[in-house]
């Protein structure tokens, strides 16, 4: 797949390719990713993006919480998985 167009909305990345496939990530995630108009994106790369964009989503989550209050390692894991995160 070509990557065709970049669209940046708030603080999102919204990646369309050649084949009308089309994904939303972090711009962080983006801008850390080397990838720009025209590049080839195989799978395993955009695989490797869309990894990299949950474990910052996460990040960001668990941050979030932890600026509110402090919560023990057991909290954090409970309240990020009720959000949707998956256990690693």
């Known amino acids: 797949m070509i990557l065709s167009s970049v669209q940046k909305r708030r603080n999102k990345a919204i990646l369309s390719f050649t084949d009308s496939y ?35 989503q996460t990040k960001n989550s668990a941050l979030r919480y932890l600026g509110n209050r402090g919560h023990s390692s057991f909290e954090l894991k409970r309240k990020l998985i009720k959000k949707g995160y998956r256990k690693k």
């Open 22 to 56: 089309e994904i939303t990530i972090s711009y962080e995630v983006y801008l850390e990713s080397g990838i720009f108009k025209g590049d080839e994106v195989d799978s395993k790369k955009l695989e490797k993006l869309k990894s990299d964009d949950e474990i910052f």
